[in-house]
């Protein structure tokens, strides 16, 4: 007859000892900052996503499970960022005694460094985590408000309510809307913008009261932002009316002018909005004190310099109705309709890197007769007075960035505006030239070769 055992009590191990005691020993450091701590560890996950595998999910988890274990307290949705501090320990830990010398572990997360408090009006605030300055897509829009607040938008098509350039006291803009999901106009690898059709709105109003702003208690959950040439600088986030949506409100005042702005960024309630509006507040500078070292803009504006006039040697002289000029050797052209008229494509030889039907080129296009529909271009645009024999409006336009096929390709862009005297056509030259030395001394032939 069998008899049922009793229950025998299990001891501990030596290594269950340890991990229990490993466990009680864990003390989170008082100065945690949750939110920077979360944001730190998702962007380690998207560094490391190309080199991930299929089964590089689990170590994704992994880290990610690691912040939150370690985060002192979750924010909620809607929340103010306000630290949230772990509650005091009655009595320290008993220290667990190595065996050996422990190794130590590179990709363990350092503790967080104590808030850096920066004065704000006449008072401080501590600086909003996560910030860094000059974060921009390879293209990025950059607009100067009235009183000289320079912003870089969000990628992906934003709409202005409105107008952007000028002296707007007041701007709004729009999110994108609407997306072509993959197929025959839209490449297999696209993805959709960020925050597309969710709603979020930008807004930006040059505030006349500023001179009165007094700085938020260091407590109240508000943050600062260090932007150069400011004297005042004051951020919230909090709940939006529009479901889905955070809102995030900066005020900022520039300390030479006194000019203050408020920035109100209605961005989507989770870490790629928080992301975004990080990235916004960290690209703010003032005109009036010139672009800081981090800013790179997407499009320089080259000066043309000297032109010679006439046909450079071994061109080809060449003339569109009543239009002369000359291009480089080995171009060739073809008849095209374009947005501006009737002319013709020159191309030349093909651009690195990019498919093959894809040439450095130049566009000429014929308008109407009679008085000029050009004018001169606000000095945003970078104008460029010339001289072309025959023509009493000439002007040229240059830009220089990544080329629109191939970002890691810079180019020269150039649009020659021109109307020729006593009631002659309006003519557009746009070329698109390699963008260096090289490119800019071909547009300097081009320009030297035009007459009417």
Do not use: C, K
């Not at 089964?55 to 988890?61: E, H, L, Q, W």
């Not at 950059?142 to 000028?166: C, I, K, N, R």
């Not at 600062?224 to 009316?241: L, Q």
């Not at 020729?420 to 698109?432: F, K, N, R, Y």
């Amino acid at each position: 007859m069998s008899a049922t055992p009793e229950p025998v009590a299990v001891e501990e191990t030596e290594v269950v000892a340890r991990v229990r005691a490993a466990q009680d020993a864990v003390e989170v450091p008082a100065t945690l900052d949750p939110d920077a701590l979360a944001h730190r560890a998702v962007r380690r996950v998207r560094v490391r996503r190309t080199a991930l595998a299929a089964g590089g999910s689990t170590a994704v988890v992994g880290v990610l499970a690691a912040a939150v274990a370690l985060l002192p307290g979750v924010l909620p949705r809607g929340s103010d960022l306000a630290l949230t501090v772990p509650p005091a320990q009655s009595a320290a830990p008993a220290p667990v005694e190595p065996t050996a010398d422990p190794v130590p572990d590179p990709t363990t997360e350092q503790p967080e460094q104590p808030l850096r408090y920066l004065p704000v009006g006449d008072g401080e605030l501590p600086e909003l985590p996560g910030v860094e300055h000059g974060i921009a897509e390879t293209h990025h829009s950059d607009y100067t408000m009235q009183g000289g607040l320079t912003y870089t938008l969000p990628p992906g098509g934003w709409e202005v309510d409105g107008e952007a350039f000028g002296e707007p006291a007041s701007v709004t803009w729009m999110s994108p809307e609407g997306w072509n999901a993959p197929g025959s106009d839209t490449p297999a690898d696209a993805v959709p913008p960020p925050m597309n059709d969710s709603g979020a709105v930008l807004t930006i109003d040059v505030d006349p009261g500023a001179a009165s702003w007094t700085a938020p208690a260091r407590d109240s959950g508000a943050w600062t932002v260090e932007i150069p040439g400011a004297d005042f600088v004051a951020v919230t986030r909090g709940p939006s009316d529009d479901p889905g949506l955070a809102r995030w409100e900066a005020h900022v005042r520039h300390g030479g002018t006194g000019t203050g702005w408020t920035v109100v960024l209605e961005f989507t309630d989770d870490e790629v909005g928080d992301e975004l509006a990080r990235a916004f507040l960290g690209n703010l500078w003032f005109e009036p004190d010139g672009a800081p070292e981090w800013f790179s803009p997407t499009y320089t504006y080259p000066e043309v310099g000297i032109v010679v006039p006439g046909v450079p040697a071994g061109w080809q002289p060449v003339s569109t109705e009543d239009l002369g000029y000359a291009v480089p050797p080995g171009w060739t052209s073809r008849d095209v309709e374009g947005n501006f008229g009737p002319g013709v494509e020159w191309s030349g030889p093909p651009v690195d890197g990019a498919p093959s039907d894809v040439r450095w080129n130049m566009f000429v296009q014929v308008g109407g007769r009679g008085t000029s529909s050009f004018s001169t271009a606000a000095d945003q645009f970078h104008p460029q007075t010339i001289v072309v024999p025959g023509a009493d409006f000439a002007q040229v336009l240059t830009s220089q960035g990544p080329h629109w096929a191939v970002d890691t390709v810079p180019a020269l862009s150039a649009d020659v505006q021109l109307h020729g005297e006593d009631g002659g056509p309006d003519v557009l030259v746009s070329i698109t030239l390699p963008g260096d030395e090289a490119g800019l001394e071909t547009l300097r032939g081009v320009l030297g070769s035009l007459q009417f």
